[in-house]
């Protein structure tokens, strides 16, 4: 019965983590697909390139809310830990491959932190803090979110030492770190792209 529970919730989970909203916006609000421009990437950084600030920081808060949401739902209707995290992790591997959406979506930085934040809402205010110095400082998100994955793995052993939470920020940050392949390679050979606020067209 247990295992049926942590499947219903992942499944509920990965559908929240689906709406994928920096490509909803931009199909309904804008008649483009994000994914066809810029990086290529279905997320708040590409989303701030292609449509600019108002949808992008729209999309801030609604990625890192499915995180949230899907944690804390999970939990006020199971009370059971596991199968918080285990919706929380749905709902990344939704944002990262949407199932309503071809399964091309983001690379998950936003919904992870949202999912962080539910879990130990402490680690998640310092590793956010530290990734926005880190961006601020150099200007590369990528950087920035590779920084805080391995900044949480710290934090967790350091700060709580729950074994599930454990497993769980290694989920997070590991796919986190592997989504961002391709950023670490630009980052090693200087041709990453910087942060701009401006907005480069569509």
Not at 3 to 23: E, K, R, T
Not at 134 to 162: E, P, T
Request: hydrophobic fraction near 50%.
């Amino acid at each position: 019965m247990r295992y049926i529970i942590l499947a219903v919730f992942a499944i509920l989970g990965y559908l929240i983590g689906s709406l994928n909203f920096s490509i909803i916006i931009g199909k309904m609000f804008y008649k483009t697909d994000v994914r066809d421009h810029g990086s290529k990437n279905a997320g708040a950084t590409n989303t701030l390139r292609t449509l600019g600030k108002i949808p992008a920081f729209t999309v801030l808060f609604l990625d890192a809310a499915k995180g949230v949401i899907a944690c804390l739902l999970s939990y006020i209707i199971t009370r059971d830990y596991i199968v918080s995290y285990t919706a929380a992790t749905g709902a990344i591997l939704g944002h990262n491959f949407p199932v309503f959406f071809g399964f091309r979506g983001g690379k998950g930085v936003i919904t992870s932190l949202g999912a962080i934040f539910c879990i130990n809402w402490q680690i998640g205010i310092i590793v956010l803090a530290a990734s926005v110095a880190m961006i601020a400082i150099w200007k590369y998100v990528s950087l920035g979110a590779i920084f805080g994955s391995f900044l949480a793995i710290a934090l967790f052993f350091v700060m709580d030492r729950s074994l599930p939470k454990i497993i769980l920020i290694f989920i997070i940050a590991g796919l986190l770190i592997y989504r961002h392949r391709t950023n670490i390679s630009r980052l090693l050979k200087g041709t990453e792209n910087k942060l701009s606020f401006s907005k480069h067209g569509k």
